[in-house]
């Protein structure tokens, strides 16, 4: 599992002190090849942290060999001394391992407007590069936790259908973090993924793109856009096997989908995912536009706390979506919550007092647009004490 | 103070049985002319609830005599059955008041998706009738409360500067609920205003349309945008003084701003009262949509309810608003809250440590983009228990 799950990647994971709870927090992944293309997508806040801005410039290539990922501080609205901070990040680990800084990306993750602490952090660097492990994955994916309560990793078997006995076969691996600030744009702060499949940086990148699009673009916690997401695929190419653009698509598709999956399951302070998906729409964009609207309504997911099955919430959210970004006539919206239709043709469908919310921690909101053939589905949490508590100590 | 400040009104608030508590819940107001010019602004929900559809014909021709407001029930996304009820409404008070249903108003307010108990509407209709007094403008305003803690009222004194002492003036009153979903598109739930200067309805038509577009508008306490917002002027001309549209449209903008500061005030589970100035915009809507992003930011808001100055919460929002909407350079933002500059040219300013929010109710966030003339303030609340807690109880 996690990012040395594929062959040809070491990683660890430890404890540099910028966290003032003594928990590892810095962590390095090694691409040993053969290949080293990769592959990034980036937040598209206009407002980016200075990794973001420095990682961009490294993976415009398509290619990069290792990755330095710290906890602890996102390193955003720090100025140009914040970009020397990053830049210098990369210089240290490219001389600690023989590289380049330029095939060097750097991420970072924690509060904003913050400088790091750069002695610690390089001294950590050093201390994560004399670790590096083939087996180190899970520790890395330790030190990239922040309001984490479990690390989130993932390992995918790729290929066309299943494989035979003993055939041999290529693997993706991963590893995310982000319990907050999961928003559009991006979901994940921080993902990397790792693929021992040979491909060239133009399928990589596209398949990423692909998968980021239909997963992590497709959970939305908080409605709020981070100023550091970033998720980066590396390909060693180890397994010798070359995977179709299409194979490889589908596997990060489902390596993505785990981890987006895992993300909202460890959402800060949510007691219920929620599923809201939407059918009957002229457009795929539409679908979206019409479930995100319903993610993002504090007031619907207040009520799911509380084990409301308020569906007038739903509607009234529905109801914000332009008609130019969605077709859809008022008087014909379905909506179901858990199996049970409790909205019929934009009136009063069967009981709500059916809709077991309280013995569920996971909510499926079905809306039908009767509209069109497009469907899509956006994941969300409920709005909580614990969030609201978690969010407002944080930087306290 | 409250709707019958203004001369040539009369109003009532009655208990009709509707909310459960016991409290008023039925409202009438009456506009005994000689004027019975109207205007009206509704949600821009494309789910509307019964009221706002019948109101927007009443008011289509610019006239109308009574409004019937009640709360303990939106009538939103009820059918054919809700409409036949909000028409049955309108054609008993007309029938009571010997006046035309065709001229009769009706708003409602609490949960989506149930129709109203007709018996104990229309008899509390009848009660309210008998009731309408020259005074009656607070038991009006209290009638149409759900979890507001205190009526909203105002009334302003109109004309072109302040009058001579004895000097014959004309009024604008008005009564406001909506303690929560208060959104732009409007912000109030429900606002009747009324005033005795003599107007035509197309400038009363302009001139509410502006007041609202600068005030209502402009409070945004938690992103959501209700079925049922209504926002009505009666004219009744009974001080027989002529107003000028600009005269007009500066009383009722008083009038608004002082409603909807007290909506805001009122906020569901509020501890602060939060305004979000920008500056330096080059364009009037480019400073909204800045200002509204940073108020939809729960993570921001989240923040502020624990007295924390997370500017970087502030610019991440900031950063979300498309480059198409609004000109600036991440680089030269500079932010200030409650006068402290914590962000100075997208970078740390003067130690946030020096902001006191514990101390103070209301917050003043100021963004600065540096890219033109324009300004614009929203406002807001912070995010907390009590907002959860109210909104995730609210239908049980």
Not at 12 to 36: E, H, M, Y
Not at 111 to 116: F, N, P, T
Not at 256 to 267: G, I, Y
Not at 301 to 313: C, E, I
Request: proline share 3%; hydrophobic share 45%; glycine share 10%.
């Amino acid at each position: 599992m996690s990012v040395t799950a594929a062959q040809g990647f070491r990683a660890s994971g430890v404890v540099a002190g910028l966290k003032s709870t003594g928990k590892p927090d810095v962590a390095v992944v090694v691409n040993d090849g053969p290949l080293d293309v990769a592959a990034a997508v980036f937040t598209s806040n206009r407002v980016f942290a200075a990794p973001v801005a420095w990682s961009r410039q490294v993976v415009a290539d398509g290619r990069a060999t290792s990755v330095v990922l710290n906890s602890g501080g996102a390193n955003a609205c720090t100025g140009p001394e914040g970009f020397a901070d990053t830049h210098r990040t990369a210089e240290h680990l490219a001389g600690v391992l023989g590289t380049s800084a330029g095939d060097t990306l750097v991420c970072s993750t924690g509060l904003i407007g913050e400088r790091l602490p750069m002695d610690k952090l390089l001294a950590g660097v050093d201390d994560a590069a004399a670790q590096l492990a083939s087996n180190g994955g899970f520790l890395a994916a330790a030190a990239i936790m922040t309001t984490d309560t479990v690390p989130k990793t993932v390992a995918i078997t790729g290929g066309s259908g299943p494989a035979e006995p003993g055939a041999p076969t290529w693997t993706v691996g991963g590893m995310a973090k982000g319990a907050g600030m999961l928003a559009p744009g991006l979901a994940t702060m921080l993902c990397v993924l790792t693929t021992d499949a040979v491909v060239d940086s133009a399928t990589a990148d596209a398949a990423l793109r692909e998968a980021t699009r239909l997963t992590f673009d497709r959970v939305d916690s908080d409605g709020c856009m981070s100023t550091n997401d970033t998720v980066i695929l590396l390909v060693s190419g180890a397994s010798g096997l070359t995977a179709t653009a299409a194979e490889l698509t589908t596997a990060l598709t489902a390596a993505c989908a785990s981890l987006s999956r895992q993300l909202v399951a460890d959402a800060e302070g949510a007691s219920h995912d929620v599923a809201v998906e939407v059918v009957g729409a002229h457009s795929e964009d539409a679908a979206v536009a019409v479930a995100r609207a319903v993610t993002r309504s504090n007031l619907f997911k207040a009520a799911v706390f509380g084990n409301d099955p308020n569906w007038g919430r739903v509607l009234s959210a529905v109801g914000t979506v332009p008609e130019s970004v969605a077709t859809f006539d008022a008087d014909r919206l379905d909506v179901s919550i858990n199996g049970v239709q409790v909205c019929r043709a934009g009136g009063v469908g069967e009981d709500r007092t059916l809709v077991d919310l309280a013995g569920n921690r996971e909510v499926r909101v079905l809306i039908d647009l009767h509209a069109g053939p497009a469907t899509a589905t956006v994941w969300t949490n409920d709005l909580t004490h614990d969030y609201v508590h978690e969010n407002s100590a944080y930087s306290s």
